[in-house]
């Protein structure tokens, strides 16, 4: 039976060393002097793109990978979409994480599974969220794929201030236990008061991943608080829509669209690795 080319192919087993060089570096990153600030690209341009910016290290937003394939995000409908991302970044030379929703299955083995294919490929860090969901359901998922890929950087995410209206200690339960899983840091995306951020640092022995928010603390602040890993989430592919509305508009007035446009030459090399941002 011929293999179907548009499906991502089984992952072949890479070299030992190979991920646990990368993952190691990965790791650093949220040791270094200044947080780590994580963009998130949704294809390989985007992707490709910031890291020619200097950024050593590039996550996915799973809203972006699931809106450039016309599906829902949170449901589980992009697995093949984000696993061939994946390949196709994987080998890159700058560090990617991958944010995995609930890890594409409520079957821990097929979660970790999943996530052996992305160690495989080079990828350094993986995203694993709640949705406020059992705690005993996301841990059994992290225990897993530190089993299936010890080296894999594990973000546990939980939503305790993005689907509900945030409660301190429900949120460090939930922490506590993820870590205890084996989870390598700890993300909660929606939380913005730092005196609850400054709260979590000081309790969790893993680093702690915020989300900018336009209006909320700044880097510095997050910094100063001592946050280590601050992600944008699916931020730049909104702004990207927004420039694309605001071009149309300019267009429609007579005026001149007014920001940054990349080359069509630059693109084209972008979204096939065949060329760098100037």
Excluded at 48 to 66: H, K
Excluded at 155 to 170: F, K, M, V
Excluded at 184 to 200: E, K, M, N, S, Y
Aim: proline letters at 7%; charged letters at 20%; one cysteine or more.
């Amino acid at each position: 039976m011929t293999a179907d080319p548009n499906q991502p192919q089984p992952a072949q087993p890479a070299q030992p060393s190979q991920p646990a060089e990368t993952t190691a570096s990965f790791a650093a990153l949220h040791r270094a002097e200044e947080p780590l600030l994580l963009p998130n690209a949704w294809d390989c341009a985007s992707a490709r793109m910031l890291a020619a910016q200097g950024y050593r290290a590039i996550a996915t937003t799973s809203l972006g990978v699931a809106a450039v394939a016309g599906l829902p995000d949170a449901v589980a409908a992009t697995r093949e979409e984000t696993l061939r991302l994946a390949f196709a970044l994987g080998s890159e030379p700058f560090l990617l994480s991958v944010d995995a929703e609930e890890g594409f299955s409520e079957d821990p083995d097929e979660v970790a599974e999943f996530a052996r294919e992305l160690y495989a490929v080079g990828v350094a860090g993986i995203n694993l969220e709640d949705g406020c969901g059992p705690v005993d359901r996301l841990a059994a998922k992290i225990t897993a794929v530190k089993s299936a890929a010890p080296g894999l950087f594990v973000n546990a995410r939980t939503d305790t201030h993005w689907l509900r209206e945030g409660d301190l200690t429900d949120t460090l339960t939930r922490l506590d236990a993820y870590r205890q899983a084996g989870a390598d840091g700890a993300f909660v995306p929606g939380l913005t008061d730092l005196r609850q951020i400054t709260a979590l640092v000081r309790r969790l022995d893993v680093p702690l991943n915020v989300l900018h928010s336009p209006g909320g603390p700044s880097v510095a602040d997050l910094a100063a608080a001592g946050v280590r890993r601050v992600s944008v989430g699916s931020l730049l592919y909104r702004r990207a829509l927004g420039a694309a509305l605001e071009t149309m508009a300019d267009i429609s007035a007579g005026r001149t669209p007014s920001g940054a446009a990349p080359s069509y030459g630059e693109v084209a090399g972008l979204a096939t690795g065949r060329g760098d941002m100037p």
